[in-house]
């Protein structure tokens, strides 16, 4: 029978499914995480809970100035794109407009 273990990578709570002879390591644990504020510990199989002010860092992180670059690239090429797809209507009606000015079919 297989069954769920509970462990820590880098301060965040995760489980993994094992099998019933597995033996456990000493980062991990068969107690169910409750209440628990990441970033967490397992201590002598128990869990530790991180403080408040640990985990509120844990989720303020200020992105890199590479990360801040690349956000502005991507809504630089988002905008981009908007525009393009905004002139192709735009000259798709235009060419209808003159296509039908010329006596052409209508839809």
Known sequence: MNEIIYFVDQGLIRQKIT???Y???DCETEIVPENILEPAKIINGKWISATAEEHSSLFNLKP???HQQLAALAYQQMTAQQTITNLQAQNAQMAYQLMT???GTTA
């Open 64 to 66: 890199s100035p590479m």
């Open 101 to 103: 000015a010329q006596g």
């Open 19 to 21: 099998t019933a002879d």
């Open 23 to 25: 033996q456990l390591k």
